[in-house]
């Protein structure tokens, strides 16, 4: 941790606002009143049935009122004269204010983890075996080390249009392109089992890389979207480790299903065929599941940060802008470099680990699988305590801080026992590296929504993705042409560099807790949905796609440097 750091969370009233909050439980009995006078200073405009609907729907307290109560807090032009229409109003808003957890959301999380574990799979069943591939399709390794990078050069293009689909058209749509893609990918694969075919193997990779595009961001919008405020971040790491998941058992898979066997071609090229023939019947199935399961959103929010956020954009909705005021956002800019930085170093470790092994242990191929197996479980296990530690502490640059220095000090530990002829300290290295590295995935999609909410959870993790991408095709080719011209070490040695820069930059983090601050209702009275017009003279740093949080409402600060 950084000396002289102060780790506290505390809620920060602003100096009109009752001091604590047994203080506002005392003037609970005065809301009415308030709320009527916020109504009368309203636009005509807004001041009618519709748009009093549009503004009382994000300004709700955060407990329903009785009836009486919300008829008193109506607009006269919606509650006149107490008639049947005004208590229909009220009664309506009440509905729309109201949160609700639904037992179907596991199975939403489910199905999702599974199919984002299967496109896991795909990615890495080539790699760990990259001894195997180029003797069946007399191929160089580098050829199939492209395999693994195609998932991170398609991902970069497409993440935009990805994530403007998912603004636009919702989860669901999403979800289906996901693993609809993730299936036709695997059964090319199976037309694909040739040595002359090598073409169209690439060809489907590709496929299985696009349908990543469209599963990637979507851990943080199914935790926001389905989950209430104390699950989310679990919810969250539990969709992750799904990816993480098929990583591990693509690393332990491959290599008992297709052992090397360079003298029998034939024998190779049908173990091969059963391991895609597998993978292509499960995704079938997951994509029949994705379906009938994946809605786009419950019917009613699971949280007050939902409920106080359109059901959907906004007619003047702008992706443009959403971008744009994102790479304003300075923390978020930190954040979308270390998160590059650890996340970009997991993909080059992961891909290039069988040619690390082979390189200091000949023969290794199965033990090579089954350090992977180790390092990814580790990291499954880090992201769920991580994810519970959230929910209950939300201290997430802490946390951030922690993970990421003990990433860095895992990968030194690493590089420096990966050649001294014990394959046993390597299991146990590879596993503490896991642990923190994997587990810090997690960290920073809840981390990035927090610093810019109320912009959308799939914007935020798909840029997040983007540059994780980015920095892991740079990481994979500088590390294996280092790997193959020197040795491991010095590839090693490379990333423990870009860690330790990762380390500096998540320190320089101002920490915002936007969404949690909502969620908590630190000052209902301030909170306000206005009209997806800003004015001028709003500031460019207040100005989002729909809603806006009124100046004097104050974030929670967790740390500073």
């Known amino acids: ?90 009664e309506e808003e009440g509905k729309r204010l109201e949160t609700k957890l639904y037992r179907c959301r596991f199975a939403v999380l489910a199905v999702f983890s599974l199919y984002s574990l299967v496109n896991a799979f795909q990615w890495i069943q080539y790699s760990i075996i990259t001894n195997v591939f180029t003797r069946y399709y007399g191929v160089t390794s580098s050829q199939v080390d492209w395999l693994s990078i195609v998932y991170m050069v398609t991902y970069v293009p497409l993440i935009f249009p990805a994530t403007w689909l998912l603004d636009r058209k919702g989860l669901r749509l999403t979800a289906l392109l996901g693993a609809g893609l993730n299936c036709a990918g695997a059964w090319m694969k199976c037309a694909s089992v040739d040595p002359g075919l090598f073409g169209v193997t690439v060809t489907a990779q590709v496929v299985c890389s696009v349908a990543q595009v469209f599963i990637l961001g979507l851990p943080s919008r199914v935790a926001s979207v389905w989950f209430g405020p104390r699950e989310v971040s679990t919810a969250c790491a539990t969709a992750v480790l799904g990816n993480q998941l098929g990583t591990a058992i693509g690393f332990l898979l491959p290599p008992v299903l297709v052992p090397n066997t360079p003298d029998n071609i034939d024998l190779m090229g049908h173990n091969i065929s059963v391991m895609f023939y597998g993978t292509a019947a499960v995704s079938t199935g997951l994509f029949l599941l994705t379906v009938i399961v994946i809605k786009d959103r419950p019917p009613l929010p699971p949280s007050q940060a939902q409920a106080v956020l359109p059901d959907s954009p906004p007619e003047d909705y702008s992706y443009r802008k959403s971008i744009v005021n994102l790479f304003r956002n300075k923390a978020f800019l930190l954040l979308l470099i270390s998160y590059g930085i650890m996340t970009g170093s997991f993909y080059s470790v992961s891909t290039l680990l069988n040619q690390m092994i082979m390189a200091c242990y000949e023969n290794q191929e199965l033990n090579a699988g089954r350090i992977g197996l180790t390092l990814v479980v580790a990291g499954m296990v880090g992201s769920i305590i991580c994810g519970l530690w959230l929910d209950h502490t939300k201290t997430y640059k802490m946390t951030t801080l922690i993970v990421y220095s003990l990433s860095f000090l895992g990968m030194v530990v690493f590089t420096f026992t990966l050649d001294l002829n014990n394959i046993f300290l390597v299991f146990f290295t590879a596993g503490a590296l896991g642990f923190f590295m994997t587990g810090y995935l997690p960290l920073g999609f809840e981390f990035g929504v927090e610093i810019t909410y109320p912009e959308s959870e799939g914007t935020s993790s798909g840029l997040l993705n983007a540059f994780a991408q980015i920095f892991g095709i740079i990481f994979t080719l500088i590390q294996g042409r280092l790997t193959t011209d020197y040795n491991p070490l010095a590839g090693n040695l490379f990333l423990c560099v870009w860690i330790f820069l990762g380390i500096l930059l998540t320190a320089l983090i101002k920490s915002e807790l936007k969404r949690h601050n909502v969620n908590v209702r630190a000052d209902s009275n301030h909170l306000q949905a206005l009209p997806t017009e800003c004015p001028v003279e709003c500031p460019s740093e207040k100005k989002t796609n729909g809603v806006k949080l009124d100046p004097s409402f104050s974030f929670s600060h967790e740390t500073s440097l």
């Open 1 to 90: 941790m950084v000396a002289g750091e102060l780790v506290q969370e505390h809620l920060r009233a602003d100096t009109s606002a009752p001091d604590g909050i047994a203080l506002r439980k005392e003037e609970a009995a005065e809301q009415p009143n308030r709320a009527a006078e916020r109504y009368e200073d309203l636009p005509n405009g807004a001041a009618q049935a519709g748009g009093a609907s549009d503004f009382f729907d994000a300004g709700a307290l955060e407990q329903e009122s009785p009836p009486d109560e919300r008829a008193a807090m109506l607009p006269n032009g919606a509650a006149g004269g107490g008639g049947d229409e005004g208590e229909k109003a009220a």
